[in-house]
């Protein structure tokens, strides 16, 4: 018999399981503040629970726990990154970074990633399975407890693609937001998404609001199909309307990510090209300088090239920004700290 997650269950399926199996109703609660306020990893640390219902709940469920591989800290802003490992010995990567506003945490969603974009470190390495809500909640307690801090904003944008994994993801939102538990906001969420289209309108269609970030990275079909496999299943067309479905129904504009990457899309014929389709519409552009990754043969946009893309998009009327680089001494985006460790152990 296969354990289930405890930490994914919300409150209602807690008091559930526990009174089909004869214990009191108000023990759910109990058990569910150790679990996402406490954030104990063991059965045994719920001091005021009997033991005959621990024994039992051993029994039937585990505690995910995420535990720190690799920690490292960037001289540079203090940026942390996290290498994860679960106790099936799959990695995944989180980093948490240090805003005037609080501390935001990019977590990931699944062990490896489907999408094989080609400028990304994580798709090299493959997929292996999805992460459990648990799981996900799990990467934010263990940076809390080792930090002594309190994470204010998520970001679904580390490994994996999000909605490739709907229902864990949905279910981790709502329980990241519930008061009893991380008691996030849910406009302080972000799901970052490569674009699957059916996904978008069925994450329109549950109005959480949340908000939506698109991984656009260039302004027509021919070069995103060249870096994003997706879009040959997924058209920019199909893309941009459940965008305008989401921010339509949910209230909540659109963030659009751009890699900028040297001489493939950072033209200003690309900006001019980007603004065309999105333009009168309620969203942000928010321009990354690639990431260096071994093998992709890509290089970051020049300053000037930064410059010009952001002003030709406000010629339109559309807000964009160059995003400020983070950790860049510890190769802070997702996939390459995974990436070397697996290397080092012969896994890849």
């Given at each position: 018999?296969?354990?289930?997650?405890?930490?994914?269950?919300?409150?209602?399926?807690?008091?559930?399981?526990?009174?089909?199996?004869?214990?009191?109703?108000?023990?759910?609660?109990?058990?569910?503040?150790?679990?996402?306020?406490?954030?104990?990893?063991?059965?045994?640390?719920?001091?005021?629970?009997?033991?005959?219902?621990?024994?039992?709940?051993?029994?039937?469920?585990?505690?995910?726990?995420?535990?720190?591989?690799?920690?490292?800290?960037?001289?540079?802003?203090?940026?942390?990154?996290?290498?994860?490992?679960?106790?099936?010995?799959?990695?995944?990567?989180?980093?948490?970074?240090?805003?005037?506003?609080?501390?935001?945490?990019?977590?990931?969603?699944?062990?490896?990633?489907?999408?094989?974009?080609?400028?990304?470190?994580?798709?090299?390495?493959?997929?292996t399975r999805n992460l459990?809500?648990?799981?996900?909640?799990?990467?934010?307690?263990?940076?809390?407890?080792?930090?002594?801090?309190?994470?204010?904003?998520?970001?679904?944008?580390?490994?994996?693609?999000?909605?490739?994994?709907?229902?864990?993801?949905?279910?981790?939102?709502?329980?990241a937001t519930d008061e009893?538990?991380?008691?996030?906001?849910?406009?302080?969420?972000?799901?970052?998404?490569?674009?699957?289209?059916?996904?978008?309108?069925?994450?329109?269609?549950?109005?959480?609001?949340?908000?939506?970030?698109?991984?656009?990275?260039?302004?027509?079909?021919?070069?995103?199909?060249?870096?994003?496999?997706?879009?040959?299943?997924?058209?920019?067309?199909?893309?941009?309307?459940?965008?305008?479905?989401?921010?339509?129904?949910?209230?909540?504009?659109?963030?659009?990510?751009?890699?900028?990457?040297?001489?493939?899309?950072?033209?200003?014929?690309?900006?001019?090209?980007?603004?065309?389709?999105?333009?009168?519409?309620?969203?942000?552009?928010?321009?990354?300088?690639?990431?260096?990754?071994?093998?992709?043969?890509?290089?970051?946009s020049k300053d000037k090239?930064?410059?010009?893309?952001?002003?030709?998009?406000?010629?339109?009327?559309?807000?964009?920004?160059?995003?400020?680089?983070?950790?860049?001494?510890?190769?802070?985006?997702?996939?390459?700290?995974?990436?070397?460790?697996?290397?080092?152990?012969?896994?890849?």
């Amino acid at each position: 018999m296969s354990l289930t997650d405890i930490k994914s269950l919300n409150i209602s399926e807690l008091t559930e399981l526990l009174t089909s199996r004869g214990h009191q109703r108000f023990r759910a609660d109990q058990i569910y503040s150790w679990l996402h306020q406490k954030c104990v990893t063991s059965f045994s640390e719920m001091t005021n629970i009997p033991k005959k219902l621990l024994s039992d709940l051993e029994s039937i469920c585990y505690i995910s726990v995420a535990n720190i591989e690799k920690k490292l800290v960037s001289s540079y802003d203090n940026t942390i990154k996290y290498l994860f490992v679960f106790p099936d010995g799959e990695y995944v990567e989180a980093v948490v970074m240090d805003y005037r506003h609080g501390y935001s945490m990019c977590i990931s969603t699944q062990v490896g990633c489907k999408m094989g974009c080609t400028f990304c470190a994580t798709g090299k390495g493959g997929f292996t399975r999805n992460l459990t809500a648990g799981e996900m909640l799990s990467q934010i307690h263990t940076a809390q407890k080792d930090l002594g801090i309190r994470i204010s904003n998520v970001v679904l944008m580390g490994m994996g693609e999000p909605l490739d994994n709907f229902q864990n993801v949905v279910r981790f939102i709502r329980l990241a937001t519930d008061e009893k538990g991380l008691n996030l906001s849910a406009r302080h969420i972000t799901l970052s998404t490569c674009g699957l289209v059916p996904k978008i309108y069925e994450l329109a269609d549950l109005n959480i609001p949340i908000t939506l970030s698109l991984s656009l990275h260039a302004p027509n079909d021919e070069i995103r199909s060249k870096t994003m496999p997706v879009n040959k299943k997924y058209p920019l067309a199909e893309v941009f309307k459940a965008c305008r479905y989401y921010a339509d129904t949910t209230g909540r504009r659109i963030t659009y990510e751009y890699a900028m990457i040297s001489g493939v899309n950072d033209s200003d014929d690309c900006a001019r090209q980007l603004a065309q389709h999105i333009r009168g519409t309620l969203c942000h552009v928010n321009l990354i300088p690639v990431n260096p990754v071994e093998g992709t043969g890509y290089n970051p946009s020049k300053d000037k090239r930064l410059t010009s893309f952001v002003s030709v998009l406000s010629g339109y009327n559309i807000n964009a920004t160059v995003r400020r680089t983070l950790g860049s001494d510890i190769n802070a985006s997702c996939g390459q700290l995974r990436g070397k460790n697996l290397k080092n152990k012969g896994g890849v």
